[in-house]
């Protein structure tokens, strides 16, 4: 069910971020690529751990820099 | 509350002298108007209902609040843009919506008409660095501030927003505005409780004078109409309670049977602008600020002294000034609150005026659109400046049987058509903060 979480995973992100749903590729940064700034991927991650009901450390939730980074972050947590 | 107070006698008070002597003022003239208020979204619309004697106050829609001491107010008509509702989406992305209280968002809304109404939009990076913001708010993100205590406390830290502080802070109006339009003068944020608008201007206009902008963008905005804000105000006898089955009646500024204020919301911002900048790039002048005066009553938390001096020492501060006579103003919009304080300052302005009373018309607006808090002073002062281009007051609603015997007209019930150059604003706030505004008709 990995395309599940990737498709509640761009869910989240098109809603917060605001961008069309083909930019949110395998490799899109959120920062670089998505117009994100420090304080929305500090929400972005608060609203992954509200979908997926998981704990994302702070030290984790700093190496979740793409898209990819995240399904692959939340696929191992589930 | 309905005792009849005697203002009869001069009062004594002790005035700070203020003088121009020595002094090389830069004039300072209003070149933009934006506003966002209970009758509508826009100066144009707003003035429009309020000449025609049209009322902001209902049940609230918002939230469920028939458990409260007050369950209705005046509200912004929130829409689709059309019939003059606000539709939020014409300010701010739906995604950065979220992240602003609404206080924000309603003075972004103001900002970006008044700017738009000036025509200034500068590109240049002098021209935006001569160019301030100063938008104020009474009470600021209330409602973003209980929301996020009840999340603390029911699911812990973790859940707070990143953007909940940058989203209830005061000054991130005037930040925001910045921002967007790339203005890097003064950036400040007055909080003067109900007084805030009137001192954002004044404030504001004193930048310009003393040469720290050749232009600011200067208002308030408020947000108060939650479970919080009413709860918080019913607890301090403020609001108007009695009149749940016609909350249109509810706002009546001198009448026997006020019984408090009648919340409102919304943001009225104001561009200012130094004369020979306006001039220079012909752009539409409404008016010249051309008094400001600034008191403390130092008496209570939320009750003006009997006489009010404190008001009426702000009053002779910015007549004084503005280097006018009292008998010169023509129009006042007064503070009005709808309580027992309404007496008072008719007093106050009495003994200002001393025997011009006559010849003055004074209304409070605060009986169609509620009382804006933080925004009041700058949505007010809007208008007067459309009563010096159109030469009408509007009308003191509900104002049927008068609390006091005055010689001025009090504009019940009805706009008054007449000759108005000279206007003045009055604006009181909690912990007893006055400020006054004279503005000019600009002529030649």
Known sequence: ?78 | MRAPFSWGATACITQVEVTNEGIQMRRVVVTGLGMVSPLADGVEATWRRLLAGESGAGTIQRFDASHLATGYACEVPVGDGSNDTFDAARYLEPKEQRKVDDFILYGMAAAQQAIENSGWMPEDEEDRVRTGVMIGSGIGGLQSIAETAVLLKERGPRRVSPFFIPGALINLVSGQVSIRYGFKGPNHAVVTACSTGAHAIGDAARLIQWGDADVMVAGGAESPISEIGIAGFNACKALSTGRGDAPTKASRPWDKDRDGFVMGEGAGVVVLEEYEHAVARGAKIYAEVIGYGLSGDAHHITAPPPNHEGAERAMRAAVARAGIDASEIDYVNAHGTSTMADTIELGAVERLVGAAAGGLTMSSTKSSIGHLLGAAGAVEAIFCILAIRDQVAPPTLNLDDPAAETEIDLAANAKVERDIDVILSNSFGFGGTNAALIMRRVTG
């Open chain 1, 1 to 78: 069910m990995s395309d599940s979480i990737a498709d509640r995973v761009k869910k989240i992100v098109v809603e917060h971020l605001g961008v069309e749903e083909d930019k949110v590729t395998e490799n899109a940064s959120f920062i670089d690529d998505l117009g994100a700034d420090s304080l929305d991927t500090v929400e972005l991650v608060m609203a992954f751990e509200e979908e997926f009901g998981i704990e994302i450390p702070d030290d984790a939730a700093e190496t979740i820099q793409t898209f990819g980074d995240a399904v692959k972050f939340i696929t191992e947590a589930s």
